[in-house]
């Protein structure tokens, strides 16, 4: 299972261990399980701009 995702725009990089507090998501979600309007706390990039780090 895919435990980081990174943003193919910047480079951010999302990991399930931490979520992502500036979009609401708590740590432990999986990537699939985070929301569709999920946009990269970076640059804006929508979910499907990120590909496996």
Do not use: L
């Amino acid at each position: 299972m895919v435990e980081r995702m990174q943003c193919d725009n910047c480079g951010h990089v999302y990991d399930k261990d931490e979520g992502d507090a500036k979009n609401n998501v708590a740590p432990g979600t999986a990537w699939k399980d985070v929301p569709s309007t999920f946009k990269c706390p970076e640059c804006g990039a929508d979910k499907d701009k990120f590909i496996p780090e």
